[in-house]
């Protein structure tokens, strides 16, 4: 779905901000957060629901090593450890295809190489993922409210425009 289709303009951004601004007005501050959260991954699921899983899955051992980060007392090796498998998952979906064309080329395999296809916006919550990483290490970071920290890697309006928020 893009900002500018008729399925956001009509539909999915109204709906959104109907629910959020009555939600709010109520006083279900924490509900509309969670609206917020939801309406972003239904957003990031319209183009693959498969990238979903990919998505989850990142918030939850991001938070988890930010959680981790304000318990431990080797904080750098969680950090590195954070750092280190974000940018492996980055590295896989961004350069697989190009790897695989190339080591198979040099075999002369002449069969099917399979397609890795890019998900939506994985360098902007990879790299928002490891600033909140290394905010959490240098102590900048205070708040650890998951609901929160969902939101700030999902937001729809920001996933897919971009830039890293700081």
Same mark, same amino acid.
């Given at each position: 779905?893009?900002?500018?289709?008729?399925?956001?303009?009509?539909?999915?951004?109204? #709906?959104? %901000?109907?629910?959020?601004?009555? &939600?709010?007005?109520? /006083? @279900? $501050? *924490?509900?509309?957060?969670?609206? !917020?959260?939801?309406?972003?991954?239904?957003?990031?699921?319209?183009?693959?629901?498969?990238?979903?899983?990919?998505?989850?899955?990142?918030?939850?051992?991001?938070?988890?090593?930010?959680?981790?980060?304000?318990?431990?007392?080797?904080?750098?090796?969680? #950090?590195? %450890?954070?750092?280190?498998?974000? &940018?492996?998952?980055? /590295? @896989? $979906? *961004?350069?697989?295809?190009?790897? !695989?064309?190339?080591?198979?080329?040099?075999?002369?395999?002449?069969?099917?190489?399979?397609?890795?296809?890019?998900?939506?916006?994985?360098?902007?919550?990879?790299?928002?993922?490891?600033?909140?990483?290394?905010?959490?290490?240098?102590?900048?970071?205070?708040?650890?409210?998951?609901?929160?920290?969902? &939101?700030?890697?999902?937001?729809?309006?920001?996933?897919?425009?971009?830039?890293?928020?700081?």
């Amino acid at each position: 779905m893009l900002f500018n289709s008729y399925e956001f303009l009509i539909f999915f951004l109204p #709906l959104v %901000l109907v629910v959020f601004f009555r &939600l709010g007005r109520y /006083g @279900y $501050y *924490k509900a509309s957060i969670t609206w !917020l959260v939801i309406s972003s991954l239904f957003f990031y699921g319209w183009w693959n629901p498969g990238y979903l899983i990919l998505i989850i899955s990142s918030i939850l051992v991001n938070y988890g090593l930010g959680i981790a980060l304000t318990r431990v007392i080797k904080k750098k090796i969680v #950090l590195i %450890l954070g750092i280190t498998i974000n &940018l492996l998952l980055l /590295g @896989y $979906y *961004k350069y697989a295809n190009f790897i !695989l064309t190339n080591v198979y080329s040099i075999y002369d395999y002449n069969g099917d190489t399979g397609s890795i296809i890019l998900p939506l916006a994985i360098s902007f919550f990879t790299f928002q993922q490891i600033s909140y990483l290394v905010d959490t290490y240098k102590g900048v970071t205070e708040e650890h409210n998951f609901l929160h920290y969902c &939101l700030f890697v999902v937001f729809f309006p920001q996933l897919i425009a971009g830039p890293i928020v700081h």
